[in-house]
């Protein structure tokens, strides 16, 4: 299914800036993804459920290339201030105006496609504690995954967490930690790999 490649893959709480705060989402496949019904929510700190402040509708988006980003950011004009170009969406309170200990998913209709953290457990020194810092989808990870699993992440953080495979303790300072539009793991451009024949 091409909803096995939509990716979170980054996460944004800059210490310096809560108005830098951003979700980057990345479609990892060689098609194109249609967003109708898809949306992008936030369960805050140990809630069960998310409610509609805390999630965003992507359908307005259309179509999300193959190797193209989508930005989603808690406040525009602070974003492209930071980051010298516009998110392609953003909404106050919404599911990017995370303070670090939340959990985010993509959704199709309501299943599950792409998640960070785990509901129903604040992030508070877990493994999915990003306060102060970022969370950074690792360069293999070639699928989505509705279930959170810490080994795909880089976690940097202002809190110390233990048994985590790759969580730092150290906060990081917008724009120059953080890269909105680049991940580690994207793929060459898909014109450069075309056989002509």
């Known amino acids: 299914s091409l909803y096995g490649q939509l990716l979170i893959t980054e996460i944004a709480d800059p210490v310096n800036n809560t108005e830098g705060r951003f979700i980057e989402i ?43 980003f989508l930005i989603v950011a808690a406040n525009s004009s602070s974003f492209n201030t930071l980051f010298g170009f516009s998110p ?20 199709f209709g309501e299943t599950i496609i792409d998640i960070f953290g ?47 495979t790759s969580h730092v303790t150290g906060t990081q300072t917008a724009p120059s930690d953080f890269d909105p539009g680049h991940w580690i793991g994207e793929s060459p451009n898909i014109d450069d790999m075309t056989i002509n024949s």
């Open 118 to 164: 785990v509901p129903v457990e604040d992030g508070l020194n877990t493994c999915h504690d990003f306060t102060d810092g970022r969370a950074e989808r690792k360069a293999f990870v070639l699928q989505s995954k509705p279930s959170f699993d810490e080994s795909q992440w880089n976690v940097w953080s202002n809190s110390n967490p233990t048994s985590c």
């Open 26 to 68: 990345y479609n990892r496949s060689a098609l194109p993804v249609d967003l109708t019904n898809h949306k992008l929510v936030r369960w805050t700190n140990n809630s069960p459920t998310y409610t509609a402040s805390t999630a965003i509708d992507l359908s307005s988006v259309g179509t999300l290339n193959p190797g193209q």
């Open 88 to 107: 392609d969406m953003a909404q106050g309170n919404g599911p990017a105006d995370s303070n670090g200990n939340d959990q985010m998913a993509i959704l």
